[in-house]
């Protein structure tokens, strides 16, 4: 009889990290007057977004895991356990990471799990924490599939997936401006972050990365933070609610409103779930093509600066 | 982690945090103090719908926006605004001022402080939108 594969709760064994280094954060901007925001709500809302990822994960998670259970039983290969192998998972998974994060702001459907976390328009580590509660109806779960078929273990793949969570999580900071420049160049950072979570035309749909900015830069979707523009965080149309529920949940009933509109055509219907967000069969909303568009149609000196090559 | 012991640090953890922030002055502090203001925020979320007229409400925390297309409104959430085209909105008067309603789940009901003085002119503007 083999033993069992297991692995510690990587990201709930972090939680005690997260409160202190919040309560730092808060303590730094306080006593500085500098490197970000807090408002109570906006965070309260945030944390409890974060609560409830955690509690999604155990309702839900037995459906990946038996998803990824069944492909580990299907799949002749098995890379072991050695100490590089994690390592590779842990690349190979942060490239999932990007894969799955790009789908979640290019696919409405996905989307609509995703949304939430750029719901604030605050941007300190308690946004990090203002996480899904719907990943599971998305049926990202798939992307993780090549993962598990090519040899890593299912519980190898989570476990360095909660370890990429936790990375991002120092990253959603004001605190820090930059890091040195050879950290800049390979890793995600607050500044590269920062900039994905800008609402601003210039830093729309970049900087998917997890942990490792190559991806971004090797796919063509890297925009480095611009000092001619500050970062306004939050959504293009920003969210009027801090219920928890609404924030979960806005974007799906937006999705099946939309779907149930009268006088549509069955693609149509089905592009208002997997068209990127702003489509719409009239042309009476914009994506972020078209908000680019617009904006240099309003500012032409802006174009050939970052965001608008 | 075992759950007896997470789901009360997690517990304790959102509470402190919030108490610090509620008593460090954090709760709602955005005030719409000028017209300019206002039509920032307007601007922020429909940069090609410049503002024509702006109504300020009488504690300063919303803004009907005569825009170049239709009616907006402008209100404070925490620390920040939110802006939405109300046009097809409907509102009715509540005790302390003007509700509007609206079909969006994200934005449902928006409740905005107004006097008398300036509750008719809100109304004025809205009838005629």
């Given at each position: 009889m083999t033993t069992p594969i297991t692995y510690p709760d990587v990201v709930s064994w972090a939680v005690p990290f997260f409160i202190a280094a919040i309560l730092i954060e808060l303590a730094w901007i306080t006593f500085k007057g500098r490197g970000g925001r807090y408002e109570t709500r906006d965070a309260v809302t945030s944390l409890i977004m974060g609560a409830g990822n955690v509690a999604s994960g155990i309702a839900l998670g037995f459906i990946a895991w038996a998803f990824f259970m069944a492909l580990w039983q299907i799949t002749p290969f098995d890379l072991g356990t050695a100490w590089w192998v994690v390592l590779l998972c842990f690349v190979l998974d942060d490239l999932r990471y990007y894969w799955v994060h790009r789908f979640g702001h290019r696919v409405r459907w996905v989307w609509a799990s995703h949304v939430n976390h750029h719901s604030s328009q605050h941007y300190n580590l308690t946004t990090a924490l203002r996480q899904t509660w719907t990943y599971t109806f998305t049926f990202m779960m798939v992307v993780r599939a090549p993962l598990i078929l090519i040899g890593f273990h299912p519980a190898m793949v989570l476990f360095v997936g909660g370890l990429n969570l936790i990375y991002q999580f120092w990253i959603h900071t004001e605190a820090i401006t930059k890091m040195p420049r050879w950290f800049e160049a390979v890793m995600n950072t607050p500044s590269h972050h920062r900039v994905h979570h800008g609402r601003n035309p210039r830093y729309l749909d970049c900087n998917y990365a997890g942990v490792f900015i190559i991806w971004d830069k090797m796919f063509g979707t890297?925009?480095?933070?611009?000092?001619?523009?500050?970062?306004d965080y939050g959504l293009v149309h920003n969210i009027g609610t801090f219920n928890p529920l609404r924030v979960a949940f806005h974007e799906w009933v937006a999705i099946f409103k939309d779907m149930a509109r009268p006088g549509l055509s069955l693609r149509q219907r089905l592009l208002y779930a997997v068209a990127p967000p702003g489509w719409s069969h009239d042309g009476s909303r914009d994506d972020a093509e078209r908000m680019k568009e617009k904006h240099l149609e309003r500012h032409p000196e802006d174009r050939g600066t970052p965001g608008f090559g | 982690m075992p759950l007896i012991i997470l789901g009360p640090l997690v517990v304790i953890g959102i509470l402190a945090i919030a108490l610090i922030l509620h008593l460090s002055g954090r709760t709602a502090p955005r005030r719409l103090a000028t017209?300019?203001?206002?039509?920032?925020?307007?601007?922020?979320?429909?940069?090609?719908?410049?503002?024509?007229?702006?109504?300020?409400?009488?504690?300063?925390?919303?803004?009907?926006?005569?825009?170049?297309?239709?009616?907006?409104?402008?209100?404070?959430?925490?620390?920040?605004?939110?802006?939405?085209?109300?046009?097809?909105?409907?509102?009715?008067?509540?005790?302390?001022?003007?509700?509007?309603?609206?079909?969006?789940?994200?934005?449902?009901?928006?409740?905005?402080?107004?006097?008398?003085?300036t509750l008719a002119l809100w109304q004025s503007q809205l009838e005629s939108k």
């Open positions: 890297f925009v480095p933070e611009y000092d001619g523009e500050k970062v | 017209e300019a203001e206002a039509r920032d925020a307007w601007a922020r979320e429909y940069p090609e719908n410049p503002a024509l007229t702006i109504l300020l409400s009488s504690d300063n925390r919303a803004a009907l926006i005569r825009a170049t297309r239709g009616l907006g409104l402008v209100w404070c959430l925490g620390d920040d605004t939110v802006a939405r085209i109300v046009t097809k909105s409907k509102t009715h008067t509540t005790a302390t001022g003007l509700a509007f309603e609206r079909r969006e789940f994200a934005a449902r009901r928006i409740n905005v402080t107004l006097d008398a003085d």
